[in-house]
């Protein structure tokens, strides 16, 4: 019986916590009749339920890293009347698998959850405007959570690495995604990104190797750097129209990503944009580019085809370097300069044709094409490339009396010779526009006004063998009813070849007349 009772001892003592949180473990400031719960003891462990009052004193705030590196505590319940959350409150709380907080709380404070690895979920209550810095970063077990409609900021980092997380939505009204929001979020699926974000910060949503689409909305204007780095199952992506720009690296290591349609409203795109994008067949670039940066589409292996825009002026450093399905490849007349292993490794290039004259080329910019590789130059600028037949940058020069044009440029001059066509027929007279004129016409004039109008012969040779010219003058005093009016051959003089008419009105204030 004794050695039963020792057992169920040592057994009740397995399971109870060794050091179970209450009132004793925290360390508390009152001002003013208000509490702030300023530390606990990192012994604590289980489940810590913070009371709304200490001494008679409300609990109101809990302050800057106040339950740091309480690694024990499981769960923690804040009352009723706190308003805020300080920094780093619950950072590396390692063991904390839920939080309850009150409705009262409108601010969380920077690093406030950072490293709480198994915390689940979490909800944010409706009152708070703004997620600080780096809040749920390395929460790698936070699978859900909800952001409020209230939430207007959502600061860098906030989801960094949060490798649980599947799905979210921005709210409305937030109009910015920081740097590196839900970066390492590796197992996010499905993101809404609300209409009224304007900008995406840099590295938003690197390394979220499991995001397969997402839509840019209307009112953003900037992709930032490595946006969408290493965003290896992305194969769709709308950008829309009001982007101006596309930083370095956004669409580094997309290694899915397929196609993609730059709008053009686009004005810049940055150097490295498409690195390894090894899946990538074709992409359009606006007409507003005006250069392709460093390594652009460095490693883009299976891009059969690309149409440079006539506004670029220069092809940096490595644009294309081992795009080893590209075949043949425009550079419009535009270009002036071509960087070093700017088409290196591009051993499938046969044909580059040049629109222009030869520009200034790296080091290596044709290297390891494919064999017997040619440039395409016209008979006008062939000087400026040297022999026809002979070695230029490791292509052998070929000339021709018409600039080779692609499909889609002669798409566009068919298009535009239609146009031309259409407008100048739908210009012309109609049979209705005429019966309309005369109509007015017979309302407006006599019969004998008309005659007038309509002489049989306004120029020719008289009977003496002079050119004879007439002139039909009608004058009116009320815009209304023209009569005949008659101009005197004293009114009639050359001067420098050209013929003068004066004459001195009678009573008309207004003339009209025709040459028949």
Known sequence: MKLLQVL???????FLPLYAAD?????????GGKVTITACNTAAT???????????NPVTSIGTFAFKDCSSLTSITIPDGVNSIG??????CSSLTTITIPDSVTIIGDWAFYNCTNLTSITIPDGVKSIGLGVFHDCTS???ITIPDSVTSIGEQAFGDCSSLTNITIPDGVTSIGLGVFGGCISLTNITISDGVTSIGDWAFYNCTNLASIMIPDGVTSIGLGVF?????????????GVISIGDYTFDNCSSLTSITIPDSVTSIGDW???NCTKLTNITIPDSVTSLGLGLFHDCTSLTSITIPDGVTSIENDAFFQCSSLTSITIPDSVTSIGERAFGYCTSLTSIIFQGAAPTVGINAFSDVADGAEAMVTIEVQASFGVSGENWN???????????????VQLAQMTAERDAAIAERDALPTQASYDTAIAERDARFTEDQIHAMSADSTIGMNDEGNVEMKINFFESADLVTFAPFTVTPESVSVVDGNIWLEFTPRDAAFFRFSLR
Do not use: M, W
């Open 8 to 14: 169920l001892a040592l057994f009740a003592c397995t």
């Open 23 to 31: 009132l004793s473990d925290l360390s508390y400031t009152t001002t």
């Open 229 to 241: 780095h290493d965003c290896t199952s992305l194969t769709n992506i709308t950008i829309s129209d």
């Open 87 to 92: 920094l780093g409150v619950f950072h590396d």
């Open 142 to 144: 936070l699978t859900k």
């Open 46 to 56: 289980g489940e810590l339920v913070i009371l709304n009052t200490i001494e008679g």
């Open 394 to 408: 490791n292509l052998t020069v070929r000339s021709s009396a018409a600039p080779p044009q692609s499909l889609e």
């Open 273 to 275: 944009a498409f690195y």
